[in-house]
T-cell receptor
């Protein structure tokens, strides 16, 4: 297993367009997390899945954001009607239940909204 | 609201000059305190997990310690390749979600 993969690495989009990011976790990991990181800040929790169930969402996650994890494997994060404030690094991480934060992070998707 | 504060924001050391990074936390129900290293343009890389006050962990030139209110990352005789942002995070709740600090940007020069 090569770790957590995220695609694309970079995305530039015009304001108002929709974008979708993909995350492939480590195959045996049953928890998957999405975080967002802006320049000079630490990552902020967005949402997490245990298997295919989305169990918690941050209040940072507006109605324009939706995440899925069909069949408990890969996950997608979609942002509709992008705004300039959505520009950030979107990080995906995975772990086993009870791994106590020993997450493995992907390299992230850098989103720039112009 | 859970809070994690790191200091200093930035630190410049000469090679071999030891120092410590601080992480103070105010959270309810701490499940663990974590240190990550992040290089520019990459995701955080896991370094340590500490679970209880008094616990210490070491890896090469890094040593992490934990008290009831703060954690320290001690860097002994750093090398230029230790240059990175070091992030501290507290794990809370059944989801084990992490609340991160803003990080300390470490630069080690020759």
């Amino acid at each position: 297993d090569t770790g957590v993969s995220q695609d694309p690495r970079h995305k530039i989009t015009k304001r108002g367009q929709n974008v979708t990011f993909r995350c492939d976790p480590i195959s045996e990991h049953n928890r998957l997390y999405w975080y967002r990181q802006t320049l000079g800040q630490g990552p902020e929790f967005l949402t997490y899945f245990q298997n295919e169930a989305q169990l918690e969402k941050s209040r940072l996650l507006s109605d324009r954001f939706s995440a899925e994890r069909p069949k408990g494997s890969f996950s997608t994060l979609e942002i509709q009607r992008t705004e300039q404030g959505d520009s950030a690094m979107y990080l995906c991480a995975s772990s086993l239940i009870g791994a106590q934060g020993g997450y493995t992070f992907g390299s992230g998707t850098r989103l720039t909204v112009v | 609201e859970d809070q994690v504060t790191q200091s200093p924001e930035a630190l410049r050391l000469q090679e071999g000059e030891s120092s410590s990074l601080n992480c103070s936390y105010t959270v309810s129900g701490l499940r663990g305190l974590f240190w990550y290293r992040q290089d520019p343009g990459k995701g955080p890389e896991f370094l340590f997990t500490l679970y209880s006050a008094g616990e210490e962990k070491e890896k090469e030139r890094l040593k992490a310690t934990l008290t009831k209110k703060e954690s320290f990352l001690h860097i002994t005789a750093p090398k230029p390749e230790d240059s990175a942002t070091y992030l501290c995070a507290a794990s809370t709740g059944t989801a084990s979600k992490l609340t991160f600090g803003t990080g300390t940007r470490l630069q080690v020069t020759l």
